[in-house]
């Protein structure tokens, strides 16, 4: 997340290349929240660094149909479920910017959120990650329900083919790290591949405490106060291949394939045409 998943992610484009070039690394995915306002200005600076540029976004998918609005009082967390999509070509670019916008235009409530059949219409050169713990299957999963967690998967597998990966995290929540076998157990299942990620909304540990008052700014609140949102963990920054690594040694196939996705995604943007 960059600084234009506004007043939720703390990472400056300018710096955060900086960052990744220090710890080595060959590519990166910006995948803000439900916009792509920070493409062009990611994408020169990589390529100004010579790091490769993953271009994403984590969108919001309606449960049902992108037009429904029913239940205002359950609040938005009802309304919209997670997903990663990264583009692999100018195909998949522009059909994520197809979906960007219509989240925007037609399924605006509270979120710019698409729908599974606009996934169908428009998925070709995406590639898709099943998300953090808001995305639809860890949601079944961490409600108990197996099935409608392993119906979802299926779901998003029939559309995307060999372009779905089930995604697991090392962010020490308890429920994420509750889930992350029972996540690695239905890919298996489902003979679905695991990718490990970092949900990155800072570029260092240290920057915790500056990311915890952006949210305050964002939600009105101040960092004294007990009822506000706050992320229950330090571990949402940039890490570097070792951390990844010894986080998940129980899945190693899976912080590989990293490096596998990134050479699925080979977008080229022109300019001044």
């Known amino acids: 997340h960059t600084e234009y998943s506004l007043l939720d992610g703390a990472n400056k484009v300018q710096k955060l290349f900086e960052r990744i070039k220090a710890l080595k690394q060959p590519a990166v995915a910006m ?3 439900g916009n792509m306002f920070g493409t062009v200005e990611f994408y020169r600076e990589a390529m100004s660094h010579g790091i490769k540029p993953i271009i994403g976004c984590e969108i919001y998918v309606a449960p049902t149909s992108r037009f429904e609005r029913k239940g205002v009082d359950k609040g938005p967390k009802e309304y919209n479920n997670h997903l990663i999509l990264l583009a692999m070509n100018k195909e998949g670019y522009r059909n994520l910017c197809k979906l960007v916008s219509l989240g925007y235009t037609e399924g ?5 959120r698409i729908d599974k059949n606009l996934l169908e219409e ?3 050169g995406l590639i898709a990650l099943s998300a953090c713990l808001q995305g639809e299957v860890a949601q079944a999963l961490s409600a108990g329900n197996i099935g409608k967690a392993k119906a979802a998967a299926e779901s998003y597998a029939a559309i995307f083919s060999d372009r779905y990966y089930i995604e697991i995290q090392d962010n020490k929540l308890a429920e994420q790290q509750r889930l992350n076998p ?3 157990e239905l890919a298996k299942d489902l003979s679905l591949p695991v990718v490990t990620t970092n949900d990155c909304h800072y570029g260092e540990r240290a920057d915790y405490r500056a990311h915890d008052v952006l949210l305050c700014v964002q939600t009105g609140k101040t960092v004294h106060e007990e009822n506000r949102l ?3 963990t330090d571990e949402l920054y940039l890490k570097s291949a070792e951390e990844m690594t010894k986080g998940f040694e129980y899945c190693p196939e899976a912080v590989e394939r990293t490096l596998e996705i990134a050479e699925r995604c080979n977008v080229e943007i022109e300019f001044g045409k």
Do not use: A, I, R, S
Request: net charge neutral; aromatic share 24%.
């Open 122 to 124: 428009f998925n070709g």
């Open 182 to 184: 029972l996540l690695v």
């Open 108 to 112: 605006f409530y509270y979120k710019p």
């Open 230 to 232: 706050k992320m229950e």
């Open 31 to 33: 995948t803000d929240h």
